[in-house]
């Protein structure tokens, strides 16, 4: 039997998946990651941290597959969570995560050379951190890797590849399938930018000493990844124009399945390339990690069973984890907005999930408003998908049906990647 492997790493934990060649699901496995060093505006991770994690996932997870039968494996990431390493892969900076808007100087320059609908503008994006972090190099060349780039490196020994989705917000134009030449006028050197071809494509073959540690065979595969929130897409099995997926996990990640890009750089707004297809969202700061960090899990538990959908609390609520938000709207000094608080914790936690579908409505009515179908409707994947009351919320919201694909785990998505290679998505 032929396994192929996918693995996601996240947030909070970097989670492996290995499927057959009929796509079910052979065997599963987590390994939880610490959080984020965060200061002001900055929130950043060291690197090695998600290696170990890997690592660690995949030791697992050949103890529970037979190894010897693996063909291929992906890996997906953060977007535009960004490091510069060494040709050797040997990192130069920590990584500075999806999160981090503290390349405003950067921003500014690039805001003079893009035009105004390139993912690259705005201070969380890849490219802000790569001009942010290019001194690091001290004059050496250097690479602009992503998370999910990093990590494809590690695995093979190669370092300098990157999947179309991961490049959107360094500045790629997926449209043309090219760097662009406004590129050229912003102060690079002596960073690399990397080769950058399809998600599913091979980009190299795992290192053998590591395919001796696990027991995996010689010549295994690795290709191309991508985002996270697109890996999320693709296992939730969605393939008709109009279906939604919204990623409910540490941030809110919205997509919809379109037959034209939809890009507003303003707005947070972008479209990554799938096969024939596109899929057109943005991500909001807003998320679990606000919950997480107000409640316990006993806790969200217990006020998950005391929801009253049919009762709104009224109070108008913007729950973010720190100043800045990405999409709908995209203002890096706005504020997170959660007072009065109520008397009752259960309301209050009720109303962080009705705010939350706010802004889930508010960001597919813009994506409409820009030229993509407003939904048909809305699977949800990720850690909030199971919270049947806050499903009942949003789907209030949002006016449309609003369910569970069978598959959500964006490990099962790069496996899907890993298996099917570019074909992963039908033609229209």
């Given at each position: 039997?032929?396994?192929?492997i996918?693995?996601?790493?996240?947030?909070?934990?970097c989670?492996?998946?290995?499927?057959?060649?009929n796509?079910d699901i052979?065997?599963?496995?987590?390994?939880?990651?610490?959080?984020?060093?965060?200061?002001?505006?900055?929130?950043?991770?060291?690197?090695?941290?998600?290696?170990?994690?890997?690592?660690?996932?995949?030791?697992?997870?050949?103890?529970?597959?037979?190894?010897?039968?693996?063909?291929?494996?992906?890996?997906?990431?953060?977007?535009?969570?960004?490091?510069?390493?060494?040709p050797?892969?040997?990192?130069?900076?920590?990584?500075?995560?999806?999160?981090?808007?503290?390349?405003?100087?950067?921003?500014?320059?690039?805001?003079?050379?893009?035009?105004?609908?390139?993912?690259?503008?705005g201070a969380?994006?890849?490219?802000a951190?790569?001009?942010?972090?290019?001194?690091?190099?001290?004059?050496e060349?250097?690479l602009?890797?992503?998370?999910?780039?990093?990590?494809?490196?590690?695995?093979?020994?190669?370092?300098?590849?990157?999947?179309?989705?991961?490049?959107?917000?360094?500045?790629?134009?997926?449209?043309?399938?090219?760097?662009?030449?406004?590129l050229?006028?912003?102060?690079?050197?002596?960073?690399?930018?990397?080769r950058?071809?399809?998600?599913?494509?091979?980009?190299?073959?795992?290192?053998?000493?590591?395919?001796?540690?696990?027991?995996?065979?010689?010549?295994?595969?690795?290709?191309?990844?991508?985002?996270d929130s697109?890996?999320?897409?693709?296992?939730?099995?969605?393939?008709r124009?109009?279906?939604?997926?919204s990623?409910?996990?540490?941030?809110?990640?919205?997509?919809?399945?379109?037959?034209q890009?939809?890009?507003?750089a303003?707005?947070?707004?972008?479209?990554?390339?799938?096969?024939?297809?596109?899929?057109?969202?943005?991500?909001?700061?807003?998320?679990?990690?606000?919950?997480?960090?107000?409640?316990?899990?006993?806790?969200?538990?217990?006020?998950?069973?005391?929801?009253?959908?049919?009762?709104?609390?009224?109070?108008?609520?913007?729950p973010?984890?720190?100043?800045?938000?990405?999409?709908?709207?995209?203002?890096?000094?706005?504020?997170?907005?959660?007072?009065?608080?109520?008397?009752s914790?259960?309301?209050?936690?009720?109303?962080?999930l009705?705010?939350?579908?706010?802004?889930e409505?508010?960001?597919?009515r813009?994506?409409?408003?820009?030229?993509?179908?407003y939904?048909?409707?809305?699977?949800t994947?990720?850690?909030?998908?199971?919270?049947?009351?806050?499903q009942t919320?949003?789907a209030?919201r949002?006016?449309v049906?609003?369910?569970?694909p069978?598959?959500?785990?964006?490990?099962?998505?790069?496996?899907l990647?890993a298996?099917?290679?570019?074909?992963?998505?039908?033609?229209?």
């Open positions: 039997m032929s396994i192929f996918g693995i996601d790493v996240g947030t909070s934990a989670r492996a998946c290995a499927v057959s060649a796509a052979v065997a599963q496995c987590r390994m939880d990651l610490p959080a984020p060093e965060r200061t002001a505006e900055g929130v950043q991770q060291a690197p090695a941290l998600w290696r170990q994690a890997l690592c660690a996932s995949l030791q697992v997870l050949c103890t529970r597959i037979d190894p010897r039968q693996v063909e291929r494996l992906a890996v997906d990431g953060t977007s535009a969570t960004l490091l510069l390493c060494r050797d892969g040997t990192p130069i900076t920590p990584g500075l995560m999806y999160n981090d808007t503290r390349a405003v100087t950067a921003a500014a320059l690039i805001d003079q050379q893009a035009p105004t609908e390139s993912a690259a503008r969380a994006s890849s490219l951190k790569c001009l942010h972090l290019r001194t690091e190099c001290r004059g060349p250097c602009a890797v992503h998370q999910a780039d990093w990590l494809a490196g590690s695995l093979t020994g190669q370092y300098g590849f990157c999947d179309e989705n991961n490049a959107l917000k360094l500045g790629y134009d997926v449209e043309q399938r090219c760097w662009p030449a406004w050229d006028n912003l102060p690079l050197a002596p960073v690399q930018l990397p950058v071809v399809p998600p599913g494509t091979p980009i190299g073959t795992l290192r053998s000493a590591l395919a001796h540690a696990w027991g995996l065979p010689a010549g295994v595969a690795v290709v191309a990844g991508t985002t697109t890996a999320g897409f693709i296992a939730s099995g969605a393939n124009v109009g279906t939604a997926v990623s409910l996990g540490s941030t809110l990640v919205l997509k919809v399945l379109s037959e890009p939809v890009h507003a303003e707005y947070g707004v972008y479209s990554h390339r799938l096969g024939n297809y596109w899929l057109a969202g943005g991500a909001s700061n807003a998320g679990g990690a606000v919950l997480k960090s107000l409640f316990s899990s006993c806790d969200i538990k217990r006020f998950t069973r005391l929801l009253k959908p049919a009762v709104p609390t009224g109070l108008d609520y913007y973010l984890p720190g100043r800045g938000e990405r999409f709908p709207v995209q203002d890096p000094e706005l504020e997170p907005r959660l007072q009065p608080r109520p008397t914790d259960a309301v209050f936690f009720q109303a962080i009705e705010a939350l579908a706010a802004i409505h508010r960001g597919y813009l994506l409409a408003e820009l030229g993509a179908p939904p048909l409707r809305v699977l994947v990720g850690g909030g998908a199971g919270n049947c009351g806050w919320i949003r209030q949002l006016q049906p609003v369910s569970r069978p598959h959500q785990e964006a490990a099962y998505g790069s496996a990647l298996l099917r290679g570019q074909a992963v998505f039908p033609d229209p």
